[in-house]
């Protein structure tokens, strides 16, 4: 006889746990990736930073900043497990805005993220982490661009909202960001559609690359002046 099946099923765990079995699974790929992107986006960042990630999941990218002090929020239970000692972590409820803490911060990050809030949601964040961010502060968002993406975009069944490189910049704008940089086309979509083998050496160059094949994602900073 077959011993019954002990995997969880989906009916049985809490929606963040069951997005990340389902769409986002633990891969080893990823943290090659965001070794590069912490790397190439680190003139960005000061060792002396004070940085916050919105929306670490595995903590992929504040794993791999270089900064005095780090801290990462998301609304999943296991995100703990996969951050660094030295980064503090916070479960939170982003729709609900940032929590508190005490100081504001020279970077806060986010990649994928704002498209998983209502349109007034994301809004109300924009304006949440301009008031978090030190005069000079910067948000960087690696994010999703329809423009490019449309296809893939609500393959995902959680995203609520569209931005592209012109939407993203703009409503930023409006809540007082002065716009730094803006790469339309930054980075694939997903690993599964780069068809390119994931090498340190290759995404370096597709980096620095004027031509990207299947980018769909952009790169936003803004700071606050």
């Known amino acids: 006889m077959n011993e019954p099946d002990s995997s969880p099923r989906l009916s049985d765990v809490r929606p963040q746990a069951s997005y990340h ?4 699974s633990p891969d ?3 943290l090659t990736l965001w070794r590069v992107l912490a790397e190439y986006l680190s003139t960005y960042i000061s060792p002396q930073a004070q940085v916050l990630e919105l929306g670490a999941g595995y903590c992929c990218w504040i794993n791999h900043v270089h900064a005095v002090h780090r801290v ?3 609304i999943w239970d296991d995100m703990p497990r996969y951050a660094d000692p030295e980064v503090q972590t916070i479960q939170h409820d982003l729709s609900k805005g940032l929590p508190t803490f005490g100081h504001p911060f020279d970077v806060i990050l986010a990649s994928n993220l704002l498209e998983h809030f209502a349109p007034d949601v994301a809004s109300h964040l924009v304006a949440d982490v301009f008031a978090h961010l030190q005069t000079k502060g910067r948000f960087i968002i690696i994010q999703p661009n329809f423009r490019y993406a449309y296809r893939s975009y609500f393959d995902d069944y959680t995203h609520r909202s569209i931005f592209t490189d012109a939407s993203l910049p703009n ?3 409006a809540h007082g960001f002065h716009i730094e940089r803006v790469e339309p086309k930054f980075m694939p979509y997903s690993l599964r559609e780069s068809r ?3 090498r340190p050496w290759l995404i370096r ?3 620095h690359s004027p ?4 980018a769909g994602q952009m790169l936003v900073i803004g700071q606050r002046i």
């Open 171 to 173: 409503l930023m704008r």
């Open 72 to 74: 990462a929020v998301d």
């Open 205 to 207: 160059a597709y980096l």
């Open 196 to 198: 390119l083998p994931i």
């Open 28 to 30: 080893t790929v990823r």
């Open 211 to 214: 031509f990207k094949p299947f």
């Open 21 to 24: 079995m389902v769409h986002l």
